[in-house]
């Protein structure tokens, strides 16, 4: 990904996407002192830029240590970014990061590093297209109590743990993993949080305590409030999986992904998933038509 034509935003100023590099002896490469965001960009604006800059500035301060740039500061930057590069339906990915002065556990004093890569990435899948369903593993790894990590940031750290549950499930050929916590509870998959439209036609969702309380989490349970539903939050155990109606994931790369089957269990993606869809496709303010890009879909 390294190798493109475009610009990053990198301490201040916009360097050649190529050149945007690090030393090898970085902390954050070292001893994961790094921490991000992911988020999209729609007809050229970023979907709750502030909640992302927040949870960017949130995040670096659970790690122990502040970006040296406000929330203005890098929300003005998301606009010169998106600018340069022309990005109108694309993703974005703030980094802050320890950089590489000093070589050691503490390194208190490197400079904090603040980088801003965007790029195109259009939508390829149409409502009815995304109805499919992806296939989710459970994963033997768990995410962390949080008396062992700070399990709010969006920490690269962190991350291991997805990378080590989405290898082995894509090994197994589902498309993605589904994570219990320390305590056995379900948590969240890779890169979404999960929710279950249970026989009682209320959507259940875990409570956020050891993993992140994803935006899009937090905008659909208001969106599915809008439509009437009940949202219920609670701890939910994986022998109660295979009750469930309809499932679905909710991210901001994901947005809201229907979930066909969690291990042996097998769900047929219905209408409460079909109606959120389209209520956050609103929400964000999708215009082009996806229904007539069906056909065109990317792998
Ligand atoms: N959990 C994890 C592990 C994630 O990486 C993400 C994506 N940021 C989410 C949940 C969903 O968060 P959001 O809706 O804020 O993108």
């Known amino acids: 990904f390294d190798d493109r034509d475009g610009t990053i935003w990198f301490n201040g100023e916009l360097v050649d996407w190529r050149s945007a590099k690090v030393h090898v002896l970085t902390h954050a490469l070292h001893y994961a002192s790094s921490v991000f965001e992911g988020e999209r960009v729609y007809n050229g604006t970023v979907f709750k830029l502030t909640e992302h800059t927040e949870r960017l500035h949130e995040s670096a301060r659970l790690m122990g240590f502040q970006i040296p740039y406000s929330i203005n500061e890098i929300n003005a930057a998301h606009d010169v970014v998106l600018k340069a590069n022309a990005i109108s339906d694309g993703y974005v990915r703030p980094l802050a990061w320890r950089g590489s002065e000093m070589m050691g556990v503490s390194a208190q004093k490197n400079r904090i590093n603040l980088a801003i890569a965007a790029w195109e990435w259009p939508s390829y899948f149409s409502p009815e297209a995304r109805m499919a369903g992806i296939k989710l593993a459970i994963s033997d790894w768990r995410r962390p109590d949080p008396a062992c990590a700070p399990v709010q940031a969006k920490a690269a750290g962190l991350y291991m743990i997805c990378t080590l549950s989405k290898h082995k499930a894509e090994q197994e050929g589902f498309h993605d993993a589904l994570m219990l916590d320390w305590r056995g509870r379900v948590a969240e998959a890779t890169g979404a949080n ?25 905008t659909v349970i208001g969106l599915a409030i809008e439509a009437g539903l009940e949202v219920v939050e609670r701890p939910i155990m994986p022998e109660e999986i295979a009750q469930a109606e309809e499932v679905f994931l909710t991210g901001t790369a994901a947005e809201v992904t229907p979930v066909g089957q969690i291990g042996n269990d097998t769900f047929t993606p219905g209408t409460v998933t079909r109606l959120l869809i389209k209520a956050y496709d609103r929400a964000v303010g999708r215009t082009n038509d996806l229904t007539a890009a069906a056909s065109t879909s990317a792998s």
Request: hydrophobic residues 40%; glycine residues 8%; contains cysteine.
């Open 194 to 218: 999960i929710f279950f439209l249970m026989p009682d036609g209320k959507l259940h969702t875990p409570v956020p305590d050891c993993f992140l309380d994803g935006i899009t989490r937090r």
